[in-house]
């Protein structure tokens, strides 16, 4: 079951959905919270990735406020949102784009849109975002880049935490040497 408006009100209020910097009224939209795009982002420098062997990718630093970026048509970058999440091990949130910037061609996560409720800490959410459209589109520190969307689970979650992104606090490039079940 999706969260509406009053429960995530609710959810705020006792604690059971946790972002800081507190969530402005009108971020509060009908079935989610506004996320707003931070101002770091990480543009990956072209290279080879064998999954079976991982190794350290390059990217290049942005701060999108002291350096203009544009994103063109086809890119990809990493980005963080300024918001710092933390749910109860029984909600689930998922990431999903503002549909005004979806008509743009702009996607802000490729496939991994579900955030759960097993980490230790608050902590940023790493958007995935590709310029799908024909539009060179400019990026700004506090546009309002998406929402998140609450789900109740059955249950808690039993899990331990895994810690392979513990601590995300801006945008973070792919572990790919995280082993879980034996790094923690």
Do not use: C, W
Not at 8 to 35: C, H, M, N, W
Not at 161 to 171: A, I, L, P, T, W
């Amino acid at each position: 079951m999706y969260l509406a408006d009053v429960t995530i009100r609710e959810y705020l209020q006792k604690g059971f959905i946790e972002i800081s910097p507190a969530v402005k009224t009108t971020d509060i939209r009908p079935t989610g919270i506004r996320i707003h795009l931070a101002r770091n982002i990480l543009v990956p420098r072209p290279g080879y990735v064998d999954l079976a062997n991982p190794r350290e990718l390059e990217y290049e630093a942005i701060d999108i406020e002291k350096d203009e970026f544009v994103l063109e048509p086809n890119a990809f970058i990493l980005a963080s949102t300024i918001e710092k999440i933390k749910l109860a091990p029984n909600i689930i949130a998922f990431l999903d784009g503002r549909s005004t910037i979806a008509r743009l061609g702009l996607t802000i996560h490729v496939t991994a849109g579900v955030i759960d409720g097993n980490h230790d800490g608050a902590r940023t959410i790493t958007l995935e975002i590709k310029n799908l459209g024909v539009h060179s589109i400019r990026l700004h520190e506090h546009t309002a880049i998406g929402q998140l969307l609450f789900a109740l689970l059955s249950e808690d979650i039993q899990q331990e935490s895994q810690s392979q992104y513990d601590g995300q606090d801006g945008v973070m490039p792919p572990n790919l040497t995280f082993r879980p079940g034996i790094d923690k």
